[in-house]
């Protein structure tokens, strides 16, 4: 393919593993905190309330492409397992605590960090990911030594709309000074990360090994580190 100017890349799933959903290997610190101040729910109890509160919070966001902050399903969460007692420091508390927790599991794919810095030598990249809580990806950018193969990092909870709304793509070429004819958009997820791009113009690669969405296959990839043989030197 034509060498890109600028290439933006999805975070969770291309660059990172991590575990999907809300349930991590241990949230025992995060109920402790709770149980501390007064919550009755047993950790079972505690873990399936927080998931179901995520996913109608996910449903409304998939459907509305509004995302929403971790700030804002936590004080859902804790109105319903604390009540009247939910606000001020305990709700930043308890995020940081489980956040810590969840975050634990989430390392680069083996060699991302010598392909970001080999590529951003050659073209602007930034990165573009759905979140909702921008400090966390930050965070984890620094821990695994990437942040500074990145020119932009947009977050969908500090732009407002997630993908694969285009307003996010638009902003991250505007942020970074790119032509949507000369950007190229890397990710794991087919709408997000391969629709969603192409309906500004860009081109676009999907992560998908077991060749289950429909693209062609000069548009797929088993594994992120192949965008290096697929972009022209």
């Not at 999907?20 to 047993?42: E, I, N, Q």
């Not at 509305?64 to 902050?69: H, V």
């Not at 420091?89 to 960090?113: H, K, M, N, Q, T």
Request: net charge negative.
């Amino acid at each position: 393919m034509p060498h890109p100017t600028h290439v933006f890349f999805d975070f969770f799933g291309t660059l990172v593993a991590y575990a999907p959903g809300v349930r991590g290997d241990d949230h025992r610190g995060s109920h402790h905190l709770l149980t501390d101040a007064g919550c009755a729910l047993a950790y079972e109890d505690y873990l399936a309330a927080w998931a179901r509160t995520f996913e109608e919070a996910e449903r409304a966001a998939s459907a509305s492409l509004d995302e929403f902050s971790m700030d804002q399903a936590c004080a859902r969460f804790l109105a319903a397992a604390l009540p009247g007692r939910a606000g001020g420091r305990l709700l930043d508390v308890f995020r940081d605590a489980y956040l810590e927790e969840w975050s634990r599991s989430v390392a680069p794919i083996a060699g991302v960090g010598e392909m970001l810095e080999e590529l951003a030598g050659r073209c602007t990249l930034a990165l573009v990911s759905n979140t909702h809580h921008a400090p966390l990806v930050h965070a984890l950018l620094e821990r695994l030594g990437l942040a500074g193969s990145f020119v932009a990092v947009v977050t969908s909870v500090e732009h407002g709309r997630r993908k694969p709304c285009r307003t996010i793509y638009e902003h991250a070429l505007a942020l970074t000074g790119g032509a949507p004819g000369e950007a190229l958009f890397v990710g794991d997820s087919y709408g997000p990360d391969y629709v969603g791009p192409q309906a500004v113009g860009m081109r676009a690669l999907l992560i998908d090994p077991q060749g289950r969405s429909p693209v062609p296959e000069a548009d797929r990839l088993a594994i992120v580190l192949e965008v290096r043989g697929r972009i022209g030197a």
